[in-house]
């Protein structure tokens, strides 16, 4: 009776999320299994942010709540920001589910599951679903890292920040995920020390505007914005070799950080920065605190810092109010940018975000030809440049095997997926990789034995 599955949907904070739910619930001696029609408790991890996502998490609890009427002591949990947003209005669909519980009570679980197996045990039977989504102070540091299990890890991801204050009229996210808070920069200057002793080397810092990381907590100092500060502290640390983080928010890219990419070499040459639209008038009506100009600038400002600076973004087509004309922006603004990937999303009208209400919503068949038209563009965007990294040699963080088990998967300092043959033992080190072949999204390529004198000068590799 104490085997969970949890099934995650969204986005890297939510699996984050999750993994800290798995290893809170297997120190209380549950067991975390890895198919979900082996589990006695089967826990959803929600996604908000578009329709498709809750729709996706409805249906499968809809399936699972069939289950649970032939098994009654089966138990159906939802988590996460669609429990959040929706609370206990979601027992209406689905009267079957045990537990509502949303994102900043995530540490209560195992006392719910506890409590309702104990229940279960004495025979008490359970009216009522436990339904908690209040917010609460401190929850931005309860979900820190637990790694553990067998299995070096190369890559970890690290929470700094929950929330976010925003306002950006489509997004839903500050109702899901709540006002921004910080952890304080020593504990997670401390988890990244600690798990560079157990041989991460890459570390994602997390949030949803990292960009404002400890505004209200650190003063700038010499110019540093907190954030900057952060990404200094993390880069001293021994072990790690390569620092991401997503999603920051243009408006963060001031001097400092663009900077930062010149005297910060673990920040590689790879930036997510969202843009959202092309078109002046749609940023306004988004409530993004940015001209289309200055995004530009900014690109122009992190080309100068790293000329070999790969861009990837997010971007809504059919917002409402966008016109041919605005969606021709925002396709002139990919061209320009030259992205290596976006994330590009059909607009979904989320009930209670300002945008909701806004005239001129776009039919379907417009956003959906918009969305196909721009993937075109991107597509071909990030095939040439793939391309043209053919005969390159590329440093490449070693993470494991690829997904066949027959070669070694890594990626290069400007985030691209590298796929090559190789021993085991290279993982978790940096190699030397000369680019043959290149699809949309990958890389092929060979190793480039040690001493070969085709090693490029930024490359430390030791083979
Ligand atoms: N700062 C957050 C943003 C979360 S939402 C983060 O990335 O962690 C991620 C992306 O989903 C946004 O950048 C936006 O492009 C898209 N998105 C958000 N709300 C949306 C909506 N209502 N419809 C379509 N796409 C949306
Ligand atoms: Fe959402 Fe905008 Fe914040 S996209 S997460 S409100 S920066």
Do not use: W
């Amino acid at each position: 009776m104490n085997r969970v599955h949890i099934k995650t949907y969204g986005c890297q904070m939510n699996e984050r999320d999750s993994e800290a739910v798995a290893a809170m619930l297997r120190a209380r001696g549950y067991r975390i299994v890895p198919s979900e029609d082996d589990c006695d408790i089967l826990l959803l991890n929600t996604c908000s942010v578009r329709d498709a996502a809750e729709q996706k998490a409805i249906g499968k609890a809809g399936y699972a709540a069939a289950r649970k009427r032939r098994e009654p002591d089966f138990v159906l949990g939802i988590l996460g920001c669609m429990a959040q947003n929706r609370g206990a209005d979601l027992l209406e669909r689905l009267p079957d589910v045990d537990l509502i519980v949303g994102t900043q009570k995530f540490h209560r679980v195992p006392d719910y599951l506890d409590n309702l197996r104990a229940a279960r045990e004495a025979g008490i039977p359970i009216a009522e679903a436990i339904v908690e989504t209040g917010s609460e102070e401190g929850s931005q540091n309860t979900i820190r890292d637990h790694m553990e299990g067998p299995g070096r890890r190369v890559c970890a991801f690290v929470s700094i920040q929950q929330g976010c204050d925003m306002n950006c009229t489509f997004c839903i996210v500050p109702r899901t995920r709540g006002d921004e808070r910080s952890r304080p920069m020593e504990d997670i200057v401390r988890e990244c020390e600690e798990l560079a002793g157990r041989g991460v080397r890459e570390v994602t810092l997390l949030g949803q505007i990292v960009t404002s990381y400890g505004r209200r907590d650190h003063p700038r100092e010499a110019g540093a914005s907190p954030f900057v500060q952060l990404l200094e502290r993390v880069h001293e640390i021994p072990g790690i070799e390569r620092i991401r983080f997503t999603s920051p928010h243009p408006r963060g890219f001031r001097r400092d950080l663009t900077e930062a990419f010149s005297r910060l070499p673990k920040l590689g040459e790879h930036v997510h920065l969202p843009v959202q639209s092309g078109s002046d008038s749609i940023l306004r009506a988004m409530n993004r605190p940015y001209s289309r100009e200055r995004y530009l600038e900014i690109v122009r400002m992190l080309k100068a810092a790293q000329p070999a600076m790969a861009f990837s973004t997010d971007i809504i087509v059919g917002f409402p109010g966008e016109t041919d004309e605005d969606f021709e922006r925002t396709r002139t603004l990919c061209e320009e940018v030259d992205y290596d990937m976006a994330y590009v999303f059909k607009y979904s009208v989320r009930t209670g975000t300002p945008a909701a209400t806004m005239p001129g919503q776009v039919p379907e068949a417009v956003r959906e030809r918009r969305n196909q038209a721009l993937l075109e563009v991107l597509r071909a965007g990030s095939l040439r440049r793939s391309t043209s990294l053919v005969g390159a040699v590329q440093e490449v963080l070693v993470e494991g095997p690829d997904k066949t088990g027959m070669r070694l998967s890594g990626r290069t300092r400007a985030n691209r997926a590298v796929v090559f043959e190789g021993p085991g033992r290279l993982a978790g080190s940096l190699a030397a990789v000369a680019i043959t072949d290149a699809s949309v999204s990958t890389l092929y390529g060979s190793l480039v034995p040690a001493g070969a004198g085709l090693q490029s000068a930024a490359c430390p590799a030791s083979l």
